[in-house]
């Protein structure tokens, strides 16, 4: 099986900026696109940002880009979300995810591992 551990979430204030990990482990993970979504109180879950295997194409949500940047380690088995200039509606839940293909997308049924989630909460 393959399991994704996140790290990195926390507390910030706005305009702050925080730095999310997840890795990969199990011997079955071939190193497909990866990705990050979030689920705020309430509200349904959302895509972030998603990168392919080789990292040369990159997806962002509207709400992030510019703001947020995706990369990844492939020798690590990992990938990384750089959030900066928070703001107070970035507060989620975020969960790493992960695909047997190659190519980035969005759509969260495409993702065949998911991590358990990290919290990042930005106070005003």
């Known amino acids: 099986q393959v399991q994704l551990v996140e790290s990195g979430g926390g507390l910030v204030q706005a305009g702050g900026s925080l730095r999310l990990s997840c890795t990969a482990s199990g011997r079955t993970f071939s190193g497909g696109a990866m990705a990050w979504f979030r689920r705020a109180p309430g509200k349904e879950r959302e895509f972030v940002a998603a990168i392919s295997r080789g990292g040369r194409s990159t997806d962002y949500a ?3 880009k510019g703001r947020f940047t995706i990369s990844r380690d492939n020798a690590k088995n990992a990938v990384y979300l750089q959030m900066n ?6 507060t989620a839940v975020y969960y790493c995810a992960a695909r047997k293909g190659i190519v980035d997308v969005t759509t969260p049924t495409a993702y065949d591992y998911w991590g358990q989630g990290t919290q990042v909460t930005v106070s005003s």
């Open 85 to 90: 200039s928070l703001k107070p509606e970035d």
């Open 62 to 64: 509207d709400s992030v």
